[in-house]
């Protein structure tokens, strides 16, 4: 409610996504609306030596919350049984919250978790790890503008990701491995 007051009052709205943009168009359509996607610092990636090895070594850089779809990637995992497989997720872990018991309660269950998914934590930088990755996942419900997406652009990696927010409009020459976020055997297959 109060967020709709702030839109009423102003003269015109920002958005960091065109998905949003829209959204915003339609619900005020008497305001300027305008979409600023996020910037991107520069990244110094040494197209030379991407990783190429096809060991299937998959990096995920987000928080681990709810909105992430931690769950759908681990069912994912499971369902996918490869041990050539490795998961390693980078970001904000939040040990009192939920998903990350039932995320723990799945990995203590499944062996196959214990050897493909890893915690990293918190980075400072990411930059520099993309390239050790053969691709980046990103299997979240919604977005804004996803600055993962780009940085894993400019290092020069594939992209596997849910097909929501703008994500299909930064992957438009890689939609082939766009997924439906509530379909875990969709994420499969795009893994």
Avoid at 78 to 93: A, F, Q
Avoid at 164 to 180: A, E, G, I, K, P
Avoid at 181 to 187: G, Q, R, S
Wanted: glycine residues 2%; proline residues 4%; charged residues 20%.
């Amino acid at each position: 409610c109060i967020k709709k007051i702030q839109h009423i009052a102003s003269n015109c709205i920002v958005c960091n996504s065109y998905v949003q943009s829209d959204l915003m168009k339609k619900i005020f359509p008497k305001k300027q609306v305008k979409c600023i996607p996020n910037a991107l610092d520069r990244i110094k990636t040494d197209k030379e030596n991407i990783n190429m090895n096809g060991r299937n070594k998959f990096i995920v850089v987000a928080r681990f919350i709810n909105q992430k779809n931690p769950i759908g990637l681990l069912k994912a995992l499971i369902k996918l049984n490869n041990t050539n497989i490795t998961v390693d997720w980078y970001g904000e872990v939040f040990k009192n919250y939920p998903i990350y018991n039932e995320a723990m309660e799945l990995i203590d269950n499944h062996e196959i978790l214990q050897k493909t998914f890893t915690f990293k934590g918190e980075q400072k930088s990411v930059y520099e790890l993309y390239n050790t990755y053969d691709a980046m996942i990103l299997p979240s419900f919604h977005e804004g503008c996803p600055n993962v997406i780009m940085e894993a652009m400019a290092s020069y990696i594939p992209i596997i990701a849910s097909n929501v927010s703008d994500n299909h409009l930064y992957l438009l020459n890689q939609t082939n491995l766009l997924f439906n976020p509530n379909d875990v055997f969709d994420i499969q297959n795009k893994i």
